[in-house]
Each structure stands twice: as structure tokens, then as C-alpha cells.
């Protein structure tokens, strides 16, 4: 077994029994080598020793997550939990730290593919990220205004005013640093007039905290238009809210072919929507996972995430590849990022707790670069298998489980199955029936 770390900062051994030992209080490295092929309960331990993860912690891990009465608080008519596989992407190195990446997904190859494409960037010095302040828009629609353009300008003339009644219904969010900063009015081509607060939402997502302030100033605003307001609402384009990520992959590292595979596979989806739908899609397998672990809401990162890929009036893909001068491959990706550490989800689930520990990121901001940082190692992990092998070679191991189980086999049946599968080249459920049968009559 297998359960060494490579890496600058060495921070553990294998004892003669094949065992992980820790090196108590040494810095840890989050490459670690062979980390797929342990058993669960190891991987779990070296989980736990690299967050400081307490007994209870791993409890949750091991599927005493979400209780009933929990479930029961968090949304109506609830009569059960639904559990997903929770799995962590490896060797991450963003901004000179070493992150282990929650992730949950139910879909195969996903942790393994972004594992791999951290990996291949470290050489390099891993991922770089920044962001935005973590400003939230919230809208108020206003119709049958006589003159939208002078109510646009009455508007703007008592911005502070709007603001400061805004700012008055979370104290809590202003003690923090957050709170409305800035008003932009907008007339649209049917004549309503938009008002959006742009709200730092600090350490939350920030969607009840900004619907709580655009309800509280629609009254001022129907009596500066004299129009009448309709929708008060978040919107979840949040462009003001922003992740970025930067990665270099070295030519001598990836193979100067995968290089021009991706950059042409790149130029794919930033000319045709059918194909940045799908590329957009494979970066959001990565956002995604971890935005779930986390608590977060997935539909509002994805809204956000689509919307802005479409904000130059044509759909396109999030990321950019580029060879560099020396023939390296570059990738960026800038997407928009609502998600929190407060709130939501994000404080009453149990696993997003532990999803949170073992990221240990601080802030929300420090959270979304991670997230970028996913998404962009996802992207280019589907583009490099797209532009070499195809996805399903890594895909069918994995896949052909689903199929054995599918087809009815259970306990060492399901790897028999499979294993037999991948070797035939035929992953299908009449093959998978045919085998069982086969190992059955044995
Ligand atoms: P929330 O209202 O539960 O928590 C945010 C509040 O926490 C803030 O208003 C503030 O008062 C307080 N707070 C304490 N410490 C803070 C800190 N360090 N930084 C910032 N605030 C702090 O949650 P929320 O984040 O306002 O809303 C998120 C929820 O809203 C999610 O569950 C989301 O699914 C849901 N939602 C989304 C949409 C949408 O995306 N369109 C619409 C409605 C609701």
C-alpha cells in the first residue's frame, strides 16, 4: 500500500506495517501520492489529520450527516435525506497553499480528474486566484413611470438615502464591513426603470440579506418615481462578485500535442455555443461539487455562471487557454461566485461544516477562488482527455461498476463484472447480464 506523500514539506511516513504515521505540527502537503488506491478508512485518516478533523467530524463523514430534524428545519414536507458520495481532489497548491478539495457529485472520474490536473500544475507553482469584493445586485423593477430617464436621475440624486434605509435592516452585515455601497439605475428598452443596490455581502451568499434590503427601499423609490414597483429580487448575474483563477502548465510536463489540443479545443467553445454548453458544463462539475459540499446553492453559482458566459450577447466558454511565449499552456478562468460560509446551508448542515474544515478557507472570498481554481483544473482535465484518449477510457471504469450493479451483481460480483467489461471494450447492461450469468453458473 501506497500511502506515502511526495512533496517539499514532508509530513508523514509509512511505518513498517504499511500504516500512515503523522508528523504532529509539520505543515502538510496535499499531494498525496497513491491517495486513490487506500481504503476508504485510511484515506479517511489522512483527511483527518490534515484538517485536525475531531471524532465526531469523521462520524459525519462516515454517514451520520444530516439528522431528520435537521432536514426538517431546512425545507417543507421533508420524509427522508438523500446521501451523495462525498470524495476529496488532491494536490491542490493555490497561492503557495496546499488545499484538500471537498467535493460532492455523484458522477464517475470527476474527483480523479481534477486530482490529475492539480497535479500536473504544481511543477509550476500550482494555481494563482483573486477576486472581487463580494458585491451581491439586488433589483427593483419599477413600471408606468412617466419619464424613465429624470426618475433614473431623481433616483441617483438620493442615493445615499436609499442606501442608508437599506444599510438600517442588517446591522449585523454593516458590523461586519458589509452592507449597500453603491446604487446604479438602469431604463430599459420597455421603460422600466431597474434599480439595483450593490450589496457587499462579506462571509454570505447574501440572497435573503439583499431581498431583506430591496423590500425595505421599494416604497422610497415608488415615491421619488411616482411609478409603482414590482419585483424586489436578487439577481444571481452577479457580475460585481467575481473569482478568478491562473494556471501554467509546462510544455515539458504535458507534451507540446496536449498543449495545441486544448488551445484548439478552447477556440471549439469560444466560437460555438453548442460546444461551450458542454465545456461550461465540465467546468461546472468541479464548481459545482464543491459549492454542494459547502452548502452552498448550486443553481444560483450556475445561473450566475451561465448568464456571464452569455454577457457579451453570445454564449461562450468561462475559461481561456493560450500558449505562452515558451510554449507553455495558460488558462484563466473570471466567473461570478455567490457563495458564503454564513448562512444558508452553510452553517445548519452538518457535512458542510466538516466540507469547510477541511478546506479551511476563512473567508468567503478565499472560498470562491478555490472554487475557480476547480473549475478551471476540471476544464482542463475534460479538454486534455478530449483532446488526447477521449473521456471514456477514463470514464468506463468507474461507469462499468454502475452498469454491474445496474445489471444485478452485488458485493466482489460488481468488480468481476466490470473488470471484464473494460477488458472486452464492451460496457453495456446485456453484456453485464451475460457475465453475471456467466460467474453465476460457476
Ligand atoms: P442568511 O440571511 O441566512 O445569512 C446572512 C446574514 O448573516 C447576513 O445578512 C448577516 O446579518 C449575517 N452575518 C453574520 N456574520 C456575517 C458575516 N461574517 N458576513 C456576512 N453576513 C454575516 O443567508 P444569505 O446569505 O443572505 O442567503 C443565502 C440563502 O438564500 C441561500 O440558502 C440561498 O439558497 C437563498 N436564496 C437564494 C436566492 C437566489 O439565489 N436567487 C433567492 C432567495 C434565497
Not at 462525498?86 to 497561492?95: D, H, K, P, R, Y
Not at 411616482?226 to 444571481?236: A, F, H, P, T
Not at 453548442?274 to 465540465?282: D, I, S, V, Y
Not at 482527455?385 to 452498469?403: E, F, P, R, S
Request: hydrophobic fraction near 45%; glycine fraction near 10%.
Amino acid at each position: 500500500m501506497d500511502a506515502g506523500r511526495e512533496g517539499d514539506v514532508p509530513s508523514g511516513t509509512n511505518d513498517p506495517k504499511g500504516e500512515y504515521v503523522m508528523v504532529v505540527g509539520v505543515a502538510m502537503t496535499s499531494e498525496l501520492k497513491g491517495f486513490y488506491q487506500l481504503p476508504l478508512e485510511e484515506r479517511l485518516k489522512i483527511v483527518k489529520e490534515f484538517a485536525a478533523l475531531s471524532e465526531k467530524e469523521v462520524e459525519i463523514l462516515r454517514g451520520r450527516g444530516l439528522e431528520l430534524d435537521q432536514a426538517q428545519r431546512m425545507i417543507e414536507n421533508v420524509i427522508g435525506t438523500f446521501e451523495l458520495p462525498f470524495g476529496v481532489a488532491v494536490n491542490f497548491l493555490i497561492n503557495g497553499r496546499d488545499y484538500l478539495i471537498p467535493m460532492v457529485i455523484e458522477e464517475p472520474s470527476v474527483v480523479a480528474a481534477a486530482s490529475n490536473a492539480a497535479k500536473s500544475a504544481r511543477p509550476s507553482g500550482g494555481f494563482f486566484t483573486s477576486s472581487t469584493d463580494p458585491v451581491m445586485i439586488g433589483q427593483i423593477q419599477v413600471v408606468n413611470v412617466i419619464n424613465p430617464f429624470v426618475a433614473r436621475l431623481q433616483l441617483l440624486e438620493k442615493k445615499k438615502e436609499i442606501i442608508d434605509v437599506a444599510n438600517a435592516q442588517d446591522p449585523v452585515l454593516v458590523k461586519f464591513g458589509g452592507g449597500c455601497r453603491d446604487m446604479e439605475v438602469r431604463v430599459l428598452e420597455n421603460g422600466m426603470v431597474i434599480t439595483h443596490l450593490l450589496v457587499d455581502c462579506r462571509d454570505a451568499m447574501g440572497a435573503n440579506a439583499v431581498n431583506t434590503m430591496v423590500e425595505a427601499v421599494a416604497p422610497l423609490i415608488e415615491e421619488i418615481t411616482g411609478g409603482r414597483v414590482y419585483l424586489r429580487i436578487l439577481s444571481n448575474l452577479a457580475k460585481y462578485r467575481l473569482a478568478r483563477a491562473r494556471v501554467k502548465y509546462l510544455r515539458e510536463v504535458i507534451g507540446e500535442e496536449t498543449v495545441d489540443g486544448i488551445v484548439e479545443a478552447y477556440e471549439f467553445a469560444r466560437a460555438d455555443p453548442f460546444r461551450a454548453a458542454t465545456h461550461n458544463k465540465g467546468i461546472m462539475n468541479g464548481v459545482s461539487a464543491v459549492v454542494l459540499a459547502t452548502g452552498n446553492d448550486t443553481r444560483a453559482v450556475e445561473a450566475g455562471a451561465h448568464a456571464y458566459a452569455s454577457i457579451s450577447g453570445r454564449y461562450t466558454s468561462l475559461t481561456h487557454w493560450e500558449k505562452d511565449e515558451t510554449g507553455n499552456l495558460v488558462g484563466s478562468i473570471e466567473m461570478p461566485m455567490a457563495v458564503g460560509l454564513v448562512g444558508g446551508a452553510t452553517k445548519s448542515h452538518p457535512v458542510a461544516q466538516v466540507a469547510v474544515k477541511i478546506l479551511q478557507v476563512k473567508t468567503a472570498q478565499e472560498l470562491g477562488e478555490v472554487i475557480a481554481a476547480v473549475g478551471l483544473a476540471q476544464n482542463c482535465a475534460a479538454l486534455r482527455a478530449l483532446a488526447t484518449v477521449g473521456i471514456q477510457k477514463g470514464h468506463m471504469k468507474l461507469h462499468a461498476k454502475n452498469i454491474a450493479q445496474m445489471a444485478g451483481a452485488t458485493g466482489d460480483l460488481i468488480e468481476k463484472v466490470a473488470s471484464q467489461m473494460v477488458k472486452e471494450g464492451k460496457v453495456r447492461s446485456d453484456r453485464a447480464e451475460e457475465i453475471l450469468k456467466e460467474l453465476k453458473g460457476k
